[in-house]
Nanobody, 122 residues
Framework: VQLQASGGGLVQAGGSLRLSCTAS????????MRWHRQAPGNQRDLVAG???????TYADDVKGRFTISRDNDKNTVYLQMNDLKPNDTAVYYC?????????????????WGQGTLVTVSS
């Protein structure tokens, strides 16, 4: 199983970007999917999360600006980021709780994407 993130780039303050993250491999189902970010010298922080049923949560500093969504048929999670600020500059990582069928059992594990860099200039 792999997670492939894309969509990062350089944008001016006030601009928008849309990140995507697709899971591939032999997957039975995907439960929670999340986006995290890590700025240089900082710890990795949770930005947003979404359950399989579509319940969302957001960090306080992105509420009203970022929207997380998912397409279960495509095993993909998105992060629409609007009104970007220089403080949003970071490497963004996707995470997914993925269930695989292993022989006669179901196994749930956390998987992480490789990260995509978002740079917001002032």
């Amino acid at each position: 199983v792999q997670l492939q993130a894309s969509g990062g780039g350089l944008v001016q303050a006030g601009g928008s970007l849309r990140l995507s993250c697709t899971a591939s491999g032999v997957i039975f189902s995907i439960n929670d999917m999340r986006w995290h970010r890590q700025a240089p010298g900082n710890q990795r922080d949770l930005v947003a999360g979404i359950t399989r049923g579509g319940i969302t949560t957001y960090a306080d500093d992105v509420k009203g600006r970022f929207t997380i969504s998912r397409d279960n048929d495509k095993n993909t999670v998105y992060l629409q980021m609007n009104d970007l600020k220089p403080n949003d500059t970071a490497v963004y990582y996707c995470e997914a709780v993925i269930v695989r069928r292993v022989q006669l059992r179901f196994k749930s594990d956390d998987y992480w994407g490789q990260g995509t860099l978002v740079t917001v200039s002032s």
